[in-house]
């Protein structure tokens, strides 16, 4: 191919292009794209309101603490 042939296939594509987005554009159709107001009144917000209780966070501690001490037990061995 050469290089003529290569940019009329551009141009050609080009042309494309822009008649799918003008059709797209004039549609009236809504995108798919939530906007930012949308997002603000997603359900997912109320299933992450819930806490970890002190008692709780103190009892992972704990036990990653005795998992640690554990492997470096293991490992001086």
């Known amino acids: 191919m050469t290089t003529n042939s290569i940019i009329e296939q551009i141009d050609i594509q080009i042309k494309k292009l822009e008649q799918a987005r003008a059709l797209l554009a004039n549609s ?25 209780s002190a008692a709780g966070r103190a009892r992972i501690a704990a036990a990653q603490k005795a998992r640690w001490a554990a492997s470096k037990r293991a490992d001086k061995k």
Request: charged share 30%; aromatic share 0%; net charge positive.
């Open 28 to 52: 009236g159709h809504r995108s798919g794209r939530s906007s930012i107001k949308d997002l603000s009144e997603s359900p997912i917000k109320a299933a992450n309101s819930k806490k970890m």
